[in-house]
């Protein structure tokens, strides 16, 4: 019988070892899995690399997207693991397992690493863990339905706005103040301010505070 090899990476252990339990523990029809599990982004980027260096690939790589790094002012992350397995390891399917359902941290990993599933953790049981295996080894890709709603909301959505805008619009909605904002865009606070205007125009917002603004991009899917 087939097996398919697959590498869980997270910052927290518990949570890929649930995944080995339970995946390993399913009678498939066609094949039968061996889960590898990596804690921490430096042990997960060993492995990807080790294994796009071998004749026997990870099948799937499970990764979430928040990886504390050993250094805490170096910020890497799942979505760069995932840029890195798309190097190395090209055949290997990317699925990402994460706590982040907003649409701005979604389709950024869309648009980087082009993932062959999406599943936000608050919707992982059992029936979809298994079910995210099967659909991604026969035909991906496996999204979860908060994963879905996202990438549909910023599907339907005709308006274009660049990155620092829509950097602007998410440090906004975890309520980070504008003159803090300034400096994580390499931008003076009347840039941000006058951004911020831009934005409410664009809405079609004629009056309202920041979390008038907030409200809105969320509904068109830019948080």
């Given at each position: 019988?087939?097996?398919?090899?697959?590498?869980a990476i997270d910052d927290h252990e518990?949570?890929?070892?649930?995944?080995?339990?339970?995946?390993?523990?399913?009678?498939?029809?066609?094949?039968?899995?061996?889960?590898?599990?990596?804690?921490?982004?430096?042990?997960?980027?060993?492995?990807?690399?080790?294994?796009?260096?071998?004749?026997?690939?990870?099948?799937?790589?499970?990764?979430?997207?928040?990886?504390?790094?050993?250094?805490?002012?170096?910020?890497?992350?799942?979505?760069?693991?995932?840029?890195?397995?798309?190097?190395?390891?090209?055949?290997?399917?990317?699925?990402?397992?994460?706590?982040?359902?907003?649409?701005?941290?979604?389709?950024?990993?869309?648009?980087?690493?082009?993932?062959?599933?999406?599943?936000?953790?608050?919707?992982?049981?059992?029936?979809?863990?298994?079910?995210?295996?099967?659909?991604?080894?026969?035909?991906?890709?496996?999204?979860?339905?908060?994963?879905?709603?996202?990438?549909?909301?910023?599907?339907?959505?005709?308006?274009?706005?660049?990155?620092?805008?829509?950097?602007?619009?998410?440090?906004?909605?975890?309520?980070?103040?504008?003159?803090?904002?300034?400096?994580?865009?390499?931008?003076?606070?009347?840039?941000?301010?006058?951004?911020?205007?831009?934005?409410?125009?664009?809405?079609?917002?004629?009056?309202?505070?920041?979390?008038?603004?907030?409200?809105?991009?969320?509904k068109r899917g830019?948080?």
């Open positions: 019988m087939e097996t398919i090899r697959i590498l518990m949570t890929p070892l649930g995944y080995k339990y339970i995946l390993e523990g399913t009678e498939f029809e066609d094949f039968e899995v061996k889960v590898d599990v990596a804690r921490g982004f430096e042990l997960g980027k060993s492995k990807i690399e080790t294994s796009g260096r071998s004749s026997i690939h990870y099948d799937i790589i499970l990764l979430d997207i928040q990886l504390f790094p050993t250094h805490l002012h170096d910020e890497r992350s799942g979505e760069d693991l995932g840029k890195l397995a798309r190097q190395v390891s090209p055949d290997s399917k990317v699925v990402f397992m994460s706590s982040f359902s907003d649409s701005y941290k979604i389709n950024s990993v869309f648009k980087t690493v082009d993932p062959d599933g999406y599943m936000v953790k608050s919707e992982i049981d059992e029936k979809s863990l298994i079910a995210m295996v099967e659909t991604v080894v026969a035909n991906p890709p496996y999204y979860t339905a908060g994963a879905l709603a996202a990438v549909r909301r910023k599907m339907a959505n005709d308006i274009v706005i660049d990155e620092v805008d829509k950097k602007i619009l998410f440090n906004l909605s975890i309520g980070i103040r504008t003159k803090d904002i300034a400096p994580l865009i390499s931008a003076a606070i009347t840039t941000v301010e006058s951004r911020k205007r831009q934005l409410k125009t664009l809405f079609g917002i004629d009056s309202g505070n920041d979390l008038a603004l907030i409200e809105e991009a969320r830019f948080i």
